[in-house]
């Protein structure tokens, strides 16, 4: 990079030709994102911008976060940021990054919530919609859910549950930044179990999560990105379904009658988590594809 003068348009075909000699898999996408993030403008306005000359402080500070790329850190933690279902979150190494995949298991609450009759007439009565997300990380599932469903926020609240104190600390953070703290409460603890203390026993609408389910022994063998998260949000036990075993039978205990649970799944887990639902009497059980046609959202109903 000896050129004197750059353009937004030079640097970024330099740094996406660069990071594709580097195998790194959507390098004019991580290429824009960082350089986006440099400027502090959204990459739509970047290509407004092509013949704009760089100053020669945004070009070393950018030469940097290209470094940090290089050796395997992932955009999300580098800028700090993430969008998710159009929102942008706050992220941190503590959390895990959130996947496109997840705005899926979102998408398919808020189509239950306009399209099921359960919930056709709950926001004229005096009674809460109550929803509650597992392993909730940095929050995204709770406050997307809690963002898009706004005008019935009067009769909406969502518990978002999480482990780790350090993710539930980021979570606070895009809670306020998003204004849901009127909505979504975090709660630390082991999976449903800090819902023990609180008398909501029989009265869930709907369970959300998006549990760690890769197989101890597939770890090694991530990609170095991913290898950067935490374990913790992706060690799934040697079957991965350590959790999918604790949390449903522990679910039937606070969801009411014919509501909801719905989980990310890994493909080859499909047959597995839905033997495990029926086992513990779910029914109307749907299994949802992701963009890239693979068996990734499981639905089912408490019977």
Not at 156 to 177: M, P, V
Not at 277 to 290: P, R, T
Request: aromatic fraction near 10%; proline fraction near 3%; hydrophobic fraction near 40%.
């Amino acid at each position: 990079m000896q050129k004197k003068d750059w353009t937004i348009l030079e640097i970024l075909n330099w740094t996406t030709d660069f990071f594709n000699k580097k195998n790194i898999k959507e390098a004019r996408l991580d290429a824009e994102v960082l350089l986006a993030d440099v400027l502090n403008v959204k990459r739509f306005d970047l290509y407004l911008n092509f013949n704009k000359i760089l100053k020669i402080s945004e070009i070393s500070k950018y030469k940097s976060l290209i470094k940090k790329r290089v050796e395997g850190i992932p955009v999300a933690y580098i800028s700090k940021k993430k969008e998710f279902f159009g929102y942008n979150f706050k992220i941190e190494k503590n959390v895990l990054i959130p996947r496109p995949e997840t705005e899926l298991l979102v998408e398919n609450v808020l189509d239950i919530f306009e399209k099921d009759t359960f919930f056709k007439f709950f926001e004229k009565s005096k009674n809460f919609f109550i929803l509650v997300d597992i392993c909730t990380g940095s929050g995204i599932i709770p406050i997307t859910i809690s963002k898009k469903l706004n005008e019935y926020k009067n009769n909406i609240f969502i518990y978002g549950i999480d482990i780790s104190q350090k993710a539930l600390e980021i979570a606070q953070q895009n809670i306020y930044n998003h204004h849901a703290a009127e909505n979504v409460r975090l709660l630390i603890g082991d999976t449903l179990y800090p819902l023990e203390t609180i008398s909501i026993q029989n009265k869930i609408d709907i369970i959300t999560c998006n549990p760690p389910y890769i197989k101890t022994s597939d770890l090694q063998s991530l990609e170095i990105e991913v290898k950067q998260e935490p374990k913790i949000a992706l060690d799934g036990g040697i079957d991965g379904l350590h959790f999918y075993r604790k949390i449903i039978p522990h679910s039937k205990k606070f969801l009411k009658k014919d509501g909801y649970i719905l989980f990310e799944i890994s493909p080859e887990l499909t047959e597995k988590v839905n033997e495990l639902l029926i086992e513990n009497n779910f029914h109307s059980i749907i299994i949802k594809k992701d963009y890239q046609n693979l068996n990734r959202v499981m639905i089912a109903k408490r019977g």
